[in-house]
């Protein structure tokens, strides 16, 4: 009754049921799982509680990664909005606080994957600062959790959420996707608003290729999850104004299906092609070659 697949059949259950998507989202889980909506919404407490967690150890001035290319990212940008900024408050914040995320996942902390690992600062770093400077309670950052849940559901089933399967799009673009509908049901936008703000965010880095350096999952990912965040916000800007997608949401999914399937296996996180095989970053390869053949 509250399953779905497609953006369209979300709507549609929206719609009959006269709810929002947070609430179609944990009915279809209780649906889906058999688990109690108490259960499902500890649940995702407790993923909140540790995306925080992340964001403010991310926010350490002397965090360094396993591979040493970045650390302390957060804290600089942070620093600097104090100072005033030229984006503005709420998304630098969210841009730090998604650097955070991105740079406690690459020292091995403790992260949840929001889709992937890779991808796992956009989400919490919209919806952190927006609660944040919003002065909302914590049930609303729950709830548009469920709602940024939905989006990633959808793509999941519809396409993929692997850069190694469909690039970057398939794990930054879909992680910007859910922020943007969360971060507008937290605006008070509508559902139709909310799957508008993540068809342009999807569609706005359709294409965006796997390129880790070192196969690491440090350059350019941690910056990406920074932009991410900020792109986000812009789309889901743009929907709250009025402005929709001419492509459907589900028409965005299928056709970043189709690109990801159409990328050339040395864009799709292999470390062979794009920023990874610049002269710096083949550079740096050899460097810990020989530094672990030393060792």
Not at 4 to 11: M, R, W
Not at 68 to 78: D, R, S, T, V, W
Request: proline share 2%; net charge negative.
């Amino acid at each position: 009754m509250y399953q779905f697949s497609t953006a369209q059949e979300l709507l549609a259950i929206c719609e009959k049921e006269k709810a929002g998507i947070d609430e179609i989202t944990i009915r279809s889980e209780m649906e889906a799982s058999g688990q109690s909506r108490e259960y499902i919404w500890s649940r995702m407490e407790e993923h909140y509680q540790v995306m925080q967690e992340s964001i403010k150890n991310g926010l350490a001035s002397d965090i360094k990664s396993l591979g040493g290319l970045i650390g302390g990212n957060a804290y600089k940008l942070q620093q600097y909005m104090q100072k005033g900024c030229l984006s503005g408050q709420t998304v630098i914040k969210a841009a730090s606080y998604a650097l955070a995320v991105t740079e406690v996942n690459a020292s091995m902390g403790k992260i949840i994957a929001a889709p992937t690992g890779g991808a796992s600062g956009t989400l919490p770093g919209v919806i952190a600062a927006f609660v944040e400077d919003r002065d909302m309670a914590e049930e609303m950052a729950v709830k548009a959790l469920l709602v940024g849940a939905a989006i990633g559901k959808i793509i999941a089933s519809q396409a993929t959420l692997s850069g190694a399967e469909g690039g970057c799009q398939a794990e930054c673009g879909s992680a910007a996707a859910m922020a943007a509908a969360a971060v507008v049901y937290l605006a008070g936008g509508t559902a139709e608003m909310s799957v508008d703000a993540a068809a342009m965010a999807l569609k706005g880095l359709l294409g965006l290729v796997c390129d880790p350096v070192a196969g690491l999952v440090e350059v350019p990912c941690s910056k990406r999850n920074a932009i991410g965040a900020a792109h986000a916000m812009l789309c889901a800007d743009m929907a709250l104004a009025g402005i929709t997608s001419f492509i459907p949401f589900d028409e965005v999914v299928e056709a970043m299906s189709r690109v990801g399937r159409m990328m050339s296996p040395d864009l799709r996180e292999t470390a062979r092609g794009g920023c990874a095989a610049t002269p710096t970053a083949r550079s740096y390869v050899l460097k810990i070659n020989n530094l672990q053949t030393e060792q």
